[in-house]
Nanobody
Framework: HVQLVESGGGSVQAGGSLRLSCEQSGYTPHKYRMAWFRQAPGKDREGVAALRTSSGATNYARSVKDRFIISWDNAEKTLSLQMHSLQPEDTGVYYC??????????????????WGQGTQVTVS
């Protein structure tokens, strides 16, 4: 069973930066995917960025490409999301997720098996 714990959320003004972290514990297979999702009030959960832990291959939503950077520290089992040039539309609860089926770094929530509790990001 995998546990995921996010941290690093907060409030920031438009144009600012934040860094989210997700600490993973528990058993995982050799190859799997990790991702960040977000959910704004009244909206569906959307994929923001994902990566394959074995190859480092990444995938970004068009809305965050060139502003957000996803990274994985295999030694620390920590997933990070560095966010720059934040805008009010980036506001939401950000979730870390792990998916264990073979395949690409998907941005679809259905491809993920374990979820963190979420951390709030507010951009004003």
């Amino acid at each position: 069973h995998v546990q995921l714990v996010e941290s690093g959320g907060g409030s920031v003004q438009a144009g600012g930066s934040l860094r989210l972290s997700c600490e993973q514990s528990g058993y995982t297979p050799h190859k799997y995917r990790m991702a960040w999702f977000r959910q704004a009030p009244g909206k569906d959960r959307e994929g923001v960025a994902a990566l394959r832990t074995s190859s480092g291959a990444t995938n970004y939503a068009r809305s965050v490409k060139d502003r957000f950077i996803i990274s994985w520290d295999n030694a620390e089992k920590t997933l990070s999301l560095q966010m720059h040039s934040l805008q009010p539309e980036d506001t939401g609860v950000y979730y870390c997720a792990a998916g264990f089926l073979l395949g690409v770094a998907s941005l679809s929530p259905s491809r993920y098996d374990s979820w963190g509790q979420g951390t709030q990001v507010t951009v004003s």
